[in-house]
Nanobody
């Protein structure tokens, strides 16, 4: 199994930036498709961005052009660079790793966008 730990969340003003990191251990990181999800209060968890083993990425329409997902297989990390943040980006952000039917989740990190 792979264990995931998120970091980098915090409070930021609208228009600001944050970079989230996901540290993986206990598995072969390079074989996993990595993704970031988020869940706002009272809402379902939604997919924000994903990146496959070849480095190809996909984004939710709401974050396209503002967020960038990346991975560093040598360091067993995945990141989410978030720019031009909006109040509606406020949520708990979760790192996810998938290999076939195996899915692992981190504990989440809070992102709050407010003035």
């Amino acid at each position: 199994q792979v264990q995931l730990v998120e970091s980098g969340g915090g409070l930021v003003q609208p228009g600001g930036s944050l970079r989230l990191s996901c540290a993986a251990s206990g598995g072969m990181f390079s074989i996993y498709t990595m993704a970031w999800y988020r869940q706002a209060p009272g809402k379902q968890r939604e997919l924000v961005a994903s990146i496959n083993i070849g480095g190809n990425s996909n984004y939710a329409d709401s974050v396209k052009g503002r967020f960038t997902i990346s991975r560093d297989n040598a360091r067993n990390t995945a990141s989410l660079q978030m720019n031009s943040l909006k109040p509606e980006d406020t949520a708990v952000y979760y790192c996810n790793a998938v290999f076939g039917q195996i899915s692992s989740w981190g504990q989440g990190t809070q992102v709050t966008v407010s003035s």
